[in-house]
């Protein structure tokens, strides 16, 4: 295994001498912007004079289903698809499912990059009150480093919250995907303005900012990156903490298709009058998250108020 202070904790990818293509795979769960990213590359590979192949494979059209992408360029390539054990660069956008596929990295070369938000699946929730325990991963980044040659988590969930929008995680991740590979950073950034909307790009260009950033203190051993080990909360309450769970509601975003309605475990959800979801029994909710999870159009964020305060203040302590 290597350090991640390692000088050569990131080698360049040096497109311009690799005869065999360089196979990105990029990974996560519907909703987190992993196709975006996958096009973002794709068409900065093909703009940089590269043969590139792309594929791609939608989970359930709605957001909770796995999502994958192959990117593959070269001055030659000829299949769509990347092979088990060939990925030079595993990008995971959700932790369980970067997980899944570490056996398609390259053993003795890969890189994997994972962002450390955990997306718990409906099935793995099989007792819904707080503080149960979920059916999900339990390994920790350093667990994982410990097996994989050379392995980066990122709670690059976190870092765009902090820069006012999660929803530029992915970005994050391409940043730091971005020093594996000898395209030039100016050219990086038109691939972001190019894909990203166009009322984001400049939080955006501050999130690619960012993820380079990390892997550069990563890559020098300095702070930030290194000592930030994140925070591996469960996303729920433990069963003995008081919390207050706040939903927050985006009607404009709402389509009613009913779905989180259906699903709530605690059934108390309602479409209202003009069929926007609202909380008919507050007292019911036990912020089980599912709601937010499986809403196909981000309506829905379920906040745990005390639980973020206490992770906060943690994560303050450590500092
Ligand atoms: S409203 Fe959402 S968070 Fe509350 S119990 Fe239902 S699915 Fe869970
Ligand atoms: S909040 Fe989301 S899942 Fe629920 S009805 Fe509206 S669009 Fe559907």
């Keep these: 295994m290597r350090d991640a202070t390692d000088d050569a904790a990131v080698r360049a990818v040096d497109s311009a001498t690799v005869r065999q293509p360089t196979n990105v795979l990029i990974v996560g769960v519907g909703g987190q912007g992993v196709i975006m990213i996958s096009k973002a590359l794709a068409w900065l590979a093909q703009s940089q004079g590269f043969e590139v192949k792309q594929s791609e494979v939608h989970g359930m059209a709605k957001r909770g289903g796995a999502v994958f992408s192959h990117v593959r360029f070269g001055p030659e390539v000829w299949s769509p698809t990347i092979p088990k054990g ?142 930030a080990e994140p925070v591996f909360a469960t996303p729920r309450a433990p069963a003995d903490t008081p919390y207050n769970v706040r939903l927050e509601i985006t009607p404009g975003w709402c389509k009613s298709c009913d779905i989180c309605v259906k699903l709530c475990p605690e059934r108390c959800l309602q479409l209202n009058s003009e069929r926007i979801v609202e909380l008919a029994i507050p007292e019911a909710c036990t912020g089980c998250r599912l709601c937010e999870w499986l809403c196909p159009d981000f309506a829905i964020r379920v906040h745990l108020d005390s639980v973020q305060d206490m992770v906060a203040a943690q994560a303050g302590a450590r500092q």
């Design 86 to 227: 060939e990925v030079d660069i595993l990008v995971a956008l959700e932790w369980a499912e970067g997980l899944r596929w570490l056996p398609y990295l390259k053993p003795d070369t890969g890189i994997f990059i994972c962002d450390t938000k955990r997306i718990v699946p409906p099935f793995a929730c099989l007792n819904r009150h707080p503080g149960a325990p979920l059916r999900y991963s339990r390994e920790t980044p350093a667990e994982v480093r410990a097996h994989v040659l050379e392995a980066y988590a990122i709670d690059a969930t976190r870092m765009a919250e902090e820069l006012g929008n999660d929803r530029a995680a992915n970005v994050v991740l391409l940043g730091a995907v971005s020093t594996a590979m000898d395209f030039p950073v100016a050219d990086w950034e038109r691939a972001v303005t190019e894909f990203v909307p166009k009322k984001t790009i400049a939080v955006n260009l501050k999130a690619f900012g960012l993820g380079r950033g990390w892997i550069d203190d990563a890559r020098r051993g300095t702070p930030a990156a290194l000592e």
